[in-house]
């Protein structure tokens, strides 16, 4: 199989991380017989560095030419300090999903046993938690009107949902059901907020079609506390792009760290694949970022971008035996792990490379 991949590292650690995950599709490439071709590309303050804007036209173009997108994070503290900023890291990154028509974020929230003990919840509630989020990327208050009035004093956002948004979205997280416990958690705040209203009419109607999935709908906040109080409850989640962005951050506590969470955003074009976690300045260049979330990310990409379900899980299955094998980076570490086991980003890359 012959495919062009196109390497976004974007900022911070995202130029760490990428590294290794570009490394481990370059050891799947010569395993199993495939020809992956690679480009770079320019976003977030990378981007405004060189160019002046979050998002080239170049990087745009190269985006929608490639057959998968290996992204790495965008921001920089300059910006957070600086709400006044025209000019953002993240203004390329919400630009990319609605020009390429990323409108599913997949989310897969799997607990490896070997890291019971790097979450704050307790083992006996986390064993065995195994859920798919699908956060709805193009819509919302994100993307809604937003500006300020009365001199500066009053700012609003708007949170604006069509039909088709949810339609699409929720047939998505339907088709994922039936592959999986046939569980499907719709999440909303429909008793207060007109928009989840639409969304909680829209999920309903398209449950008709799925009768051998069972519907639950819940609100935002119930999710929250139960996510935490009994993760094993869920299976498949879908929900709406602000509800997803905070609840899959939650959620990260089940897998340990952000730093082992994977993500898919997918549409009907070109799927960028990527890790949740942020840019972390804090910690860049000091060569002690997880890359594990970007390995997975790579996994994702095979899985649903090709079609390589093989090759997807001998990259799973090399993270596992390197965590079996009492690995760690320090974001998983405890106090029971030995120093010598604790391993920096490329350390701990080719710990997992020589596992594939």
Not at 144 to 170: L, P
Not at 225 to 234: E, Q, S, T, V
Not at 253 to 261: F, P
């Amino acid at each position: 199989m012959k495919k062009n991949i196109l390497i976004v590292p974007g900022d911070g650690i995202g130029q760490e991380v990428t590294a290794v995950g570009k490394k481990v599709l370059d050891k799947i490439a010569a395993k199993y017989g495939h020809e992956f071709v690679y480009d770079e590309a320019l976003i977030g303050h990378a981007a405004i560095e060189a160019t002046g804007n979050p998002l080239p036209d170049e990087s745009l173009e190269k985006m929608k030419k490639s057959d998968a997108v290996l992204f790495g994070a965008v921001g920089h503290p300059k910006y957070d300090n600086d709400p006044s900023a025209k000019v953002r890291p993240e203004q390329g990154l919400l630009k990319m999903r609605k020009e390429l028509g990323l409108y599913a974020n997949l989310r897969p929230i799997k607990l490896f046993d070997e890291l019971l003990s790097a979450s704050s919840i307790k083992p006996e509630i986390l064993k065995g938690a195994d859920i798919l989020f699908f956060r709805e990327l193009t819509g919302d208050i994100y993307f809604g009107e937003k500006g300020r009035k009365d001199n500066g004093d009053t700012a609003y956002d708007i949170a604006q949902y069509s039909r088709y948004e949810v339609e699409r979205i929720a047939r998505k997280a339907f088709e994922a059901a039936r592959t999986r416990g046939k569980k499907l958690c719709s999440v909303d705040k429909a008793n207060v907020i007109e928009t989840s209203r639409l969304w909680r009419e829209v999920v309903q109607q398209v449950a008709k079609e799925y009768p051998d999935v069972q519907v639950e709908h819940q609100f935002v906040d119930a999710t929250a506390m139960l996510l935490i109080k009994d993760p094993k409850r869920f299976d498949v989640v879908v929900t709406a792009n602000l509800f997803g962005d905070i609840l899959t951050d939650e959620a990260s506590q089940i897998a340990g760290s952000m730093g082992m969470l994977a993500s898919a955003s997918i549409g009907d074009g070109t799927g960028v694949y990527e890790p949740i976690h942020g840019s972390a300045h804090d910690i860049t260049g000091k060569g002690i970022a997880n890359p594990m979330a970007s390995v997975l990310s790579a996994a994702l990409l095979l899985d649903i971008s090709f079609g390589l379900k093989k090759e997807s899980e001998d990259v799973i299955n090399a993270v596992d035996q390197v965590l079996k094998a009492g690995f760690r980076t320090g974001d998983i570490a405890d106090s029971t792990t030995p120093k010598e086991k604790i391993l920096g980003t490329d350390a701990i890359g080719l710990e997992i490379l020589s596992r594939i």
